[in-house]
């Protein structure tokens, strides 16, 4: 289990302000203020039960472990230009969670998603000539594995970003909606030495 506070004071931060004809321009001016709260948490399953009923469970089958996160965040111009006005990409809420699966330390399985609140994608919180004034909350699951093939040495490495096929957008510019990768796949292999 882990928790922080976090205070975040920026003086003459980086805005980004709307210009006629659809441009922007950044420039050094105002005061912005991020804080929040942190928590975590991850139980292995199968290691409680082993220390609840005394047994070795976990040592012959493995460990399963349920992990979460929340972070939340208040963020707010204090003062300049867009002053009472939230800055851009700073979700009131990110929420991850999941569950990982481990046999020895030779293989490694995980189901993880990821929450974001709904939040402003320019610090004018408007609209501006995309039409959209906000980023929509999501919600996108990744799985993933990774197995020991040769000692510590080689491992292979495999996944699914985007599980289930969200069509979504986490990000958007003054041209446009940039929308999110489909479901993608990916394999790998990793050397250490």
Known sequence: ????????????YIE???????????????????????LASDV???????????SERATRFGRLSLYGSLSMLEAEFLNGLNEGRDPAYAP?????????????DRTKLG????????????????????????IASYMVWDLTAEMAVYQDTVRLL?????LF??????????????????RTYYLGVSLVF
């Not at 292995?44 to 005394?54: F, I, S, W, Y």
């Not at 009131?92 to 020895?104: E, F, Q």
């Not at 189901?111 to 906000?134: C, E, I, M, P």
């Open 16 to 38: 980004t302000q709307t210009l006629t004809g659809g441009n922007t321009e950044r420039s050094n001016s105002g005061r912005a203020r991020y804080q929040g709260w942190e």
């Open 111 to 134: 189901l993880l998603g990821q929450l974001v609140g709904d939040h402003y994608w320019q610090d004018s919180n408007a609209a501006g000539t995309v039409g959209v004034a906000k």
């Open 92 to 104: 009131k809420y990110v929420v991850k969670t999941g569950v990982v699966y481990r046999l020895r």
């Open 158 to 162: 495999a996944g699914v970003n985007n």
């Open 165 to 182: 096929d969200e069509d979504y957008y986490s990000r958007i510019r003054s041209d446009g909606i940039e929308p999110a990768p489909r």
């Open 1 to 12: 289990f882990d928790t922080s506070y976090f205070l975040v004071d920026y003086r003459d």
């Open 44 to 54: 292995d399953l199968l290691g409680l039960a082993d220390r609840l009923t005394d």
